[in-house]
């Protein structure tokens, strides 16, 4: 494994797993609030937001990493209730 992918904690992890993961979390209603894009508010698909997320690097940059802040958040709050 190279030393890039040792350090990306997104790696192995496909966008539709963290578009469905979001999406269990929050819900599309809670996702188009923490990400203001249309394919989150506007008639929300897995599908549609995958195609427009895998075209639009900014907008795929901001979903990954509101992935990572509530996978961290987990992992705290996990920790806390096994203290």
């Not at 999406?23 to 698909?45: A, Q, V």
């Not at 897995?46 to 961290?72: C, G, H, M």
Request: a positive charge.
């Amino acid at each position: 494994m190279s030393e890039q992918q040792a350090n990306n904690s997104l790696h192995g992890i496909t966008l539709e797993q963290i578009v469905n993961t979001l999406f269990e979390h929050y819900g599309w209603d809670g996702l188009g609030k923490r990400i203001d894009i249309r394919c989150f508010t506007s008639n929300p698909s897995v599908k549609s937001s995958l195609k427009f997320l895998r075209k639009t690097p900014w907008a795929r940059k901001k979903v990954e990493n509101l992935f990572l802040a509530t996978q961290k958040r987990e992992q705290k709050k996990s920790r806390r209730e096994q203290s």
